[in-house]
C-alpha cells in the first residue's frame, strides 16, 4: 500500500514491470500487433481502429480494440449492435472493482495498492463481435502532478497488461492527448499511427502528438492520410509529413459517412476499396515488424 501523494518516479518504482508475478513480457517478433491510433478529432481515427481491428480478425488474429476515446464510437465502426455495445461498461467507471483491487476505501482515504490484479479484466468486462473483443477505457478526471489515484492506477496496469503481457494484437484507438500511455507502456506500443487530413490543421495536431510520442519515448510514429481525394491532397500529406512516415492512405468515400450515419461497420458499406487501403496497411505494418 502507498500514499496517493507519491511522485510519479516513485509510484513507477514501486509497480516496476519485473514485480508482477512470474509472467514474462510477450517478445516484439512481429507476430503480435500493438498499435495505437491518433490524431485530430473527426480524421478518421476511429474508422482506421475500426477497420484494422475486423481485417486482423478475418486474418484468424486474436484482436483485442481498445477504445481509450473518451468519445467512445468504436464500437460502431466494428459493427457492434447497439444493444451489446451498451453492455460493456468502461474500466474507470468499475467503481466496485477498482476499489476492490486497489483496497481503496470509498472517497479511498490516502492508501491504496499500486499493483492490482488485472488480469482477468480483458475477458470479464469486454465484449466481442465479429470476431473483435472490444473494451472501454473510459475518462478519468485528472488530478495534480504525482496524483495516482485508484482510477488511472488500475487503467495504467491494465495497459501493460495488454500491451506488455498479452499476446493478442491491440489495436487501441486514442485521443491527441495519448491519455492512458505512459513512459513504462509507451515502449511496448509498436507504432502510433497518426491519422491526417490534407488540411493544416490536421498536420498541426500531428506534429504535436509527435512531440508527444517522443516525450514518452514511443519509438515509431507513422502517417496515414485519409480522406484522400485527388493526386493533389495525397502530394499535400507527403510533403508535409515525408514520404517515408506515410503508411498509407484512405480515400474519401461518401459510403464512410453513409455508414456512420447508419451506425454501421464502414466495413460492411464498403465497395472493396476500404478494405483494399487499410489492408495494405496492414501488411505495411506487418513487413516493418
Ligand atoms: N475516408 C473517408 N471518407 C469519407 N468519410 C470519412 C472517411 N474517414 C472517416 N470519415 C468520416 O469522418 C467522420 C470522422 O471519422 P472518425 O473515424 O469518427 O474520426 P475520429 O475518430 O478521428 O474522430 C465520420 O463521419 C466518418 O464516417
Ligand atoms: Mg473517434
Redesign the pocket.
Known sequence: MYNRRQTKDSGRAVRGVGQIGSRSPVSCDGVRMKVAVS????????????VMARLLAERGKKVLAIDA?P?A?LAS?LGFPKELASEIVPLADLKELIRERTGASPGYGSLFRMNPKVDDIPEKYSRTYNGVRLILMGGVQKGGAGCFCPESVVLKRFMEEVLIYRDDDVIM?MEAGLEHLGRATARSVETLIV?VEPGQRSIATAEAVKRLAGDIGLASVKIVG???QSDEDRKFIENACGRAELLGI????????????LGIS?LDNDGGR?REEVGRILDALSVRS
Request: aromatic content about 2%.
Open positions: 490524431g485530430k478529432g473527426g480524421a478518421g481515427k476511429t474508422t482506421l481502429a475500426g476515446d468519445d464510437n465502426a484507438d491519422v485519409n480522406k484522400v484512405m480515400t474519401y468515400d461518401p459510403k464512410i459517412v453513409d455508414a456512420d450515419k464502414p476500404l
